[in-house]
Nanobody
Framework: QVQLVESGGGLVQTGGSLGLSCAAS????????MAWFRQAPGKEREFLAT???????TRYADSSGRFTISRDNAKNTVYLQMNSLKPEDTAVYYC????????????????WGQGTQVTVSS
């Protein structure tokens, strides 16, 4: 069982930046691919980014370059740096973990955090 705890959410103005963290309670963090998703009110949960077990491979939902995923296996933590934020980025942001390779669909992840709210004001 892996517990994931997100932090770093909050209120930010349009154009601002925010960094999210997700701490995992496991001694085998480096066996999990990690990902970030988000869910806005009334919408389905959507994939944002994923990173491989050793951090060597990353995949993103879009190529804008506004979001960057990274991980520190020594700290059992995955990060999501978000820049140039827009009001439409307002959502609850979740991290997720799965054994094995990266994956872009929610169904592929075994463990989820409780989410952290990000609100971007216009």
């Amino acid at each position: 069982q892996v517990q994931l705890v997100e932090s770093g959410g909050g209120l930010v103005q349009t154009g601002g930046s925010l960094g999210l963290s997700c701490a995992a309670s496991t001694r085998t963090f480096d066996t999990y691919a990690m990902a970030w998703f988000r869910q806005a009110p009334g919408k389905e949960r959507e994939f944002l980014a994923t990173i491989s077990r050793n951090g060597g491979v990353t995949r993103y939902a879009d190529s804008s370059g506004r979001f960057t995923i990274s991980r520190d296996n020594a700290k059992n933590t995955v990060y999501l740096q978000m820049n140039s934020l827009k009001p439409e980025d307002t959502a609850v942001y979740y991290c997720a973990a799965r054994v094995g390779n990266t994956y872009v669909y929610t169904s592929g992840y075994d463990y989820w955090g409780q989410g952290t709210q990000v609100t971007v004001s216009s």
